[in-house]
């Protein structure tokens, strides 16, 4: 309950300041609703009850100068690999007049999502993996983590590693890493496991590095892929001491 309080906390703040920027272009004064709207993948319990959560916290709030209109919200599911599912809800969104959208993209949505975004003019508030591009009306709750990731292996002294990547976003930092790795004298192997279906075929990599003594490990994949990538991890014993693993990705887990 405490996760998710916190969790609908920092989702209410986003939407807040953005309706609030939004109004504060308008004919002088607030009306007293405000629509604002969800989309969600079917996957992300979690996340869209933490969004209901701020709505409601905001609602209830009996503090007029905190709370100046009323929040209605309208939320749409979408199945990220039809397109047509993703260009649905998004149309609905913007049928309804909503003021912004939070939601969700993965790398199958993403483009879909921001373009729509670009040419309604319609704000979109994420907390999904932060896009290269500067795009128009998207609006990252997440940092970009190229810097970071950079510095993190700088810090720790990384000289040799391996780096596993599933998105555009990955391609991107690997050519960061690479350019970096030339000016360090740093041995990096990447792997894209974007298209990896089989789960063997993640332990194979493992197994693979393991046998060219790589101990270290940078993992910039979405949650679940990370989250199998781990399980192999664990059913090899390559979680033992000597082994390091970095994930650039908002994934909560004990398996390591």
């Given at each position: 309950m405490?996760r998710q ?7 209410l ?25 969800g ?11 933490a969004f ?32 047509f ?10 049928s ?11 790398q ?6 921001t ?22 009306f998207?609006?990252?709750m997440r ?10 292996l700088g810090?720790y002294?990384w ?13 991107s930092?690997?050519?960061?890493i ?12 990447a792997?894209?496991v974007?298209?990896i279906k ?7 990599i ?6 060219r003594?790589?101990k ?6 979405e ?12 059913i090899?014993?390559k979680h033992s001491?000597?082994?390091h693993?970095?994930l650039a ?8």
């Amino acid at each position: 309950m405490a996760r998710q309080k916190k969790m609908g906390q920092s989702v209410l703040q986003a939407v807040f300041f953005l309706v609030l920027g939004l109004l504060g272009h308008s004919h002088g004064g607030f009306p007293n609703t405000i629509s604002i709207g969800g989309l969600f993948m079917r996957n992300t319990v979690q996340e869209h009850s933490a969004f209901r959560f701020a709505v409601q916290l905001y609602n209830t709030n009996q503090n007029t100068t905190e709370k100046p209109f009323h929040l209605n919200y309208h939320v749409d599911h979408l199945d990220s690999s039809n397109s047509f599912s993703v260009t649905n809800a998004f149309c609905s969104q913007f049928s309804r007049g909503v003021y912004a959208i939070f939601g969700f993209y993965d790398q199958m949505s993403m483009n879909t999502l921001t373009s729509f975004c670009g040419a309604l003019h319609t704000s979109f508030v994420t907390p999904s993996f932060p896009t290269d591009a500067d795009v128009q009306f998207v609006i990252q709750m997440r940092p970009a983590l190229k810097g970071a990731i950079l510095s993190l292996l700088g810090h720790y002294k990384w000289e040799k590693f391996v780096y596993l990547y599933d998105t555009e976003r990955g391609f991107s930092i690997l050519q960061a890493i690479m350019e970096a790795a030339v000016q360090n004298n740093w041995q990096v192997t990447a792997r894209s496991v974007g298209n990896i279906k089989d789960v063997q075929e993640f332990r194979r990599i493992i197994e693979e590095m393991d046998r060219r003594q790589e101990k270290r490990y940078l993992i910039d994949c979405e949650v679940e892929r990370i989250n199998t990538i781990l399980e192999q991890v664990v059913i090899l014993g390559k979680h033992s001491r000597g082994y390091h693993y970095m994930l650039a990705n908002l994934v909560r887990t004990r398996r390591i």
